[in-house]
């Protein structure tokens, strides 16, 4: 990775702190290679003092200014890390002037899951379900749209985004979420590639992390 950093270099940086683990993933979209720098460190609570330099681990500083694009992770999941690296992404985009995309955890883990439906199911909408203690269920829908093979990206449709759910009659077929933020952080950069490409215009002030907190707000 000897020249993975260099002055001509444009970078997309996506972050993704949902769960204990705070994952990384920086792209260089000069690199015909389309290499991607990533890493996960499991350091739970202690994000808040180790974010900066987690991020400098696998970006040094005085290449931050080259960032072109950032993405992140907006939960559900704990909400104090993803308020913290939701923080930070629009802090970044902010002062650089660059564009910020976000999208669920569990939106970021249906290209795993979809695979787990029946054969007869995987071209049909489906929903990602968790339970969440003293809150009730938590549920997303979606559906697989197409394979964007330049940017390696899933392309899913969010039909309805995670919130709390009164009915857990209309949740069906459902998949169970599963945290892999070592694969998922790489769905999230080639989601940022994909956004790039596609010329998205996305701005830091509208991202705002997911977190259901009251069991009669958003219900369906």
């Not at 979809?114 to 379900?129: E, G, H, N, T, V």
Request: hydrophobic share 35%; proline share 5%.
């Amino acid at each position: 990775m000897q020249n993975f950093y260099t002055s001509k270099s444009k970078y997309l940086l996506a972050l993704h702190s949902t769960s204990e683990s705070f994952g990384i993933a920086v792209k260089d979209i000069e690199n015909k290679e389309k290499i991607i720098k990533s890493a996960v460190f499991n350091i739970g609570r202690a994000l808040s003092n180790k974010l900066f330099n987690c991020i400098e681990t696998i970006l040094p500083r005085k290449f931050w200014k080259q960032i072109i694009r950032i993405s992140v992770a907006k939960g559900p999941g704990s909400y104090t890390s993803t308020r913290l690296t939701i923080s930070m992404a629009r802090t970044i985009a902010q002062q650089i002037d660059c564009s910020l995309d976000s999208m669920s955890s569990f939106h970021l883990m249906a290209p795993r899951l979809y695979k787990y439906l029946d054969q007869d199911q995987i071209s049909s909408p489906f929903w990602i379900k968790d339970i969440l203690p003293r809150r009730g269920i938590v549920a997303g829908k979606y559906e697989f749209i197409k394979i964007d093979q330049e940017s390696d990206f899933y392309e899913f449709n969010e039909i309805i985004p995670p919130q709390l759910i009164s009915n857990e009659k209309l949740i069906n077929p459902f998949i169970k979420p599963s945290n892999n933020i070592e694969k998922d952080i790489i769905s999230l950069i080639n989601f940022s590639e994909y956004c790039q490409k596609s010329n998205f215009d996305s701005n830091w002030k509208t991202i705002l992390p997911i977190y259901p907190t009251s069991p009669t707000d958003n219900q369906k």
